[in-house]
Structure formats: C-alpha cells, structure tokens
C-alpha cells in the first residue's frame, strides 16, 4: 500500500485549499482512509476518515463545517476540503489506511503517507 498526499501550500486566511491522498496498491472499498495533521509542536491529530463501512466521518472539533472530507472511486483517491483557513490550521496533513473501519486513533494507521505542507498567512 502507498499513498501519496498533495494539494498544500500556502495560502492567506480566508482561504481554501483541497488536499488529495493517492492511494495505490489497494482499493478503497477494502481500507479506511483517514486524514491526519500535525501542527508544530503537538501530536498528529485525527481530522476525518471515509470507509464503505462508515462513509465519512469528521472528528471532534474539526466538525462545525469547515472540513469536508470525500473520495473517488474512480481515482482511487481521498480529498479533504479546508474551508476559512486560519494560521491556527498551519500542519503538515497526512492521510493513512486502516483496516475496514475508521477511527481518529493514528496509533492503528499502518501505512502513511509522507505529509503535504499547509501554511496559512495572517
């Protein structure tokens, strides 16, 4: 399995920006593919996942509107869509796949992919 994140940058708050996670060497419709960020200095965080078990979900405090993650079969590939970017959303964003079912817990991702840079300027 390997995926291949892309899609940051920098861009001005305000902002949005649709990051994409390739994956190759498996389907979509046997793993769950999560988004991930680690901002600095803090631990990764667990943002949304989508599964045919699931569907998609978003995690904690990243559900009042802003994330949106999707997926396209067709491409084998998993979007995550950031809306009104702040500085406070600056991170390094990874996807990675699990299993069948999502979680928000990176401990249980197995495989990674190497991060795509956010930086987002006040």
């Known amino acids: 399995v390997q995926l291949q994140a892309s899609g940051g940058g920098l861009v001005q708050t305000g902002g949005s920006l649709t990051l994409s996670c390739a994956a190759s060497?498996?389907?979509?419709?046997?793993?769950?593919i999560g988004w991930f960020r680690q901002r600095p200095g803090m631990e990764r965080d667990g943002i949304a996942c989508v599964s045919d078990e699931d569907g998609t979900i978003v995690y904690g405090n990243y559900k009042w509107g802003r994330f949106t993650i999707s997926r396209d079969i067709a491409k084998n590939m998993v979007s995550l869509q950031i809306d009104k970017l702040s500085p406070a959303d600056t991170a390094i964003y990874f996807c990675?796949?699990?299993?069948?079912?999502?979680?928000?817990?990176?401990?249980?991702?197995?495989?990674w992919g190497q991060g795509t840079q956010v930086t987002v300027s006040s």
């Open positions: 060497g498996v389907s979509l419709h046997d793993t769950a």
């Open positions: 990675a796949s699990q299993g069948l079912y999502c979680n928000q817990y990176r401990q249980t991702y197995e495989h």
